[in-house]
């Protein structure tokens, strides 16, 4: 099987990392609106960022996922997903 070679500060690399940060921002679901209103913003953002490119369905589908997530944590839904603040 042929690996992919990620390179650093390439599209792939700039595509995974900005999900990891949006991630960061947001991985703790809060019940505000004002919450949810700039975890979409900042998903819409991201989604534009790399609309036309090769990572455009992975970024989308990748953000929407984990805000799915999030809000299966908010409502108590399980999540193999571990967080820790800090």
Do not use: C
């Not at 900005?18 to 913003?41: I, N, Q, V």
């Amino acid at each position: 099987m042929a690996r992919l070679k990620i390179q650093k500060d390439g599209l792939v690399w700039n595509a995974w990392m900005d999900l990891f940060e949006f991630h960061k921002a947001y991985g703790t679901p809060e019940p505000a609106d004002e919450y949810w209103e700039s975890a979409m913003h900042a998903r819409n953002a991201l989604r534009d960022k790399y609309k036309g490119t090769e990572m455009e369905n992975l970024v989308a589908s990748a953000s929407w996922t984990l805000m799915e997530t999030w809000h299966e944590m908010l409502k108590g839904g399980k999540s193999n997903v571990n967080h820790t603040q800090g």
